[in-house]
């Protein structure tokens, strides 16, 4: 089974999320955080799920999408990822992969 390490980055990220969402409905805020985090338990079992990312463009970096949400994560070793960020997905996420 591939254990799933959620970073920093991907924390604040899902912070953020709630909190924007939160504004108008602190239930629908949780329900699409529990969305999102129940999405990438699919990666326990498949870790190349998701797409390659078009924006990073490695073999390692890969995306699934979870409603307007991408999952950016990283395969590590063939039993672990990383979750790097959480990204709406009518937002620029360029500028927020340069470093990766």
């Known amino acids: 089974m591939v254990r799933i390490k959620w970073l920093k980055s991907a924390k604040d990220d899902m912070k953020e999320i709630y909190d924007y969402i939160a504004l108008d409905s602190k239930r629908y805020a949780r329900l699409q955080v529990e969305k999102i ?4 338990e699919i ?3 498949q870790i190349k799920a998701g797409k390659i990312n078009e924006e990073i463009n490695q073999e390692s970096v890969r995306e699934i999408i979870e409603g307007n949400y991408r999952i950016i994560y990283r395969i590590i070793a063939k039993d672990e990822v990383h979750i790097l960020m959480v ?10 992969t340069k470093g990766l």
Do not use: M, N, S, V
């Not at 990204?87 to 927020?96: N, S």
């Open 43 to 45: 990666l326990r079992t």
């Open 87 to 96: 990204h709406h997905g009518a937002r620029d996420l360029i500028r927020r």
């Open 37 to 40: 985090r129940d999405k990438t």
